[in-house]
């Protein structure tokens, strides 16, 4: 059986993405860099082993940013557009689910509820921060 391949993009299409087989872990980050970033109030994430994550097109229109050595951030330059975050540490990709549509996409958990500014009622466990085998304290912390 082979790995069935998902393909996403940026906002105008220079940067072709695409994901195959399974992802680690998939949910919603609610930190003040993911939302400040993003400018958005959450972040949706798919985390990825870096082998299955390739750039099929554009790679020369990505651009850049890290603030803190954690997580190197990901955009389109020529659109803005976001793509993904690299985590060195935990040598994981995070996709943005955004940017992969056709991607079924499943979240299992809310991490860094604690700095939330948009409570989401869904039933899923809200992590204070992030697992403890991710570094975390492993709190959960009610809707
Ligand atoms: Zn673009
Ligand atoms: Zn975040």
Redesign the pocket.
């Known amino acids: 059986m082979t790995d069935k391949t998902i393909n996403g ?7 072709q993405i695409s994901v195959t087989g399974r992802s680690e872990a998939m949910g919603y980050c609610h930190c003040e860099s993911c939302r400040s970033w993003a400018a958005a109030p959450v972040n949706g994430f798919t985390l990825w082993k870096p082998e299955k994550v390739k750039v099929t097109k ?1 790679a020369e ?1 990505i651009g850049t940013f890290h603030k803190t050595e954690r997580s190197h951030r990901q955009f ?6 976001h793509l993904m975050t690299m985590h060195p540490g935990w040598n994981l990709i995070d996709v943005y689910a955004a940017i992969i549509p056709d991607l079924a996409f499943q979240p299992q958990v809310h991490v860094h509820y604690a700095e939330k500014v948009m409570a989401i009622h869904d039933g899923l466990p809200k992590m204070k921060d992030l697992p403890k085998e991710m570094g975390g304290s492993g709190d959960i912390l009610p809707e």
């Open positions: 993009g940026c906002f105008c299409g220079e940067v554009g229109s389109c330059r020529i659109c803005g557009g």
